[in-house]
């Protein structure tokens, strides 16, 4: 059984950082894995994802602002979250699916509770 647990949300001002991380445990070998948001009154989207085969992918809205990785020793993957805006604000998760599963929200299976990002001046 899969599980995600994610850490690291807070309360930051606009331009600042954030480095969110998810702890994987029984994670699955050839199995995507993802972060996503959701704002309220928002559908959940696709942040970040690793792919099933290796490949990294963004949402336009964090290009260049967002980088995603992961440290096989530890089973975890992290978001570092730089130049952060306000339209961030969102509950972020860790999400985990089969392929074809990657930064689409339904095909993923397993998730982890969610944490909370704020940005706020």
């Known amino acids: 059984q899969v599980q995600l647990v994610e850490s690291g949300g807070g309360l930051v001002q606009p331009g600042e950082s954030l480095r969110l991380s998810c702890a994987a445990s029984?994670?699955?070998?050839?199995?995507?894995i993802g972060w996503f948001r959701q704002a309220p009154g928002k559908e959940r989207e696709g942040v970040s994802c690793?792919?099933?085969?290796?490949?990294?992918f963004y949402a336009d809205s964090v290009k260049g602002r967002f980088t995603m990785s992961r440290d096989n020793s530890k089973d975890t993957v992290y978001l570092q979250m730089n130049s952060l805006k306000p339209e961030d604000t969102a509950v972020y998760y860790c999400a985990s699916g089969a392929y074809p599963a990657c930064m689409t929200a339904f095909l993923m299976e397993y998730w982890g509770k969610g944490t909370q990002v704020t940005v706020s001046s």
């Open positions: 690793i792919s099933s085969s290796g490949s990294t």
């Open positions: 029984g994670f699955m070998d050839g199995y995507a």
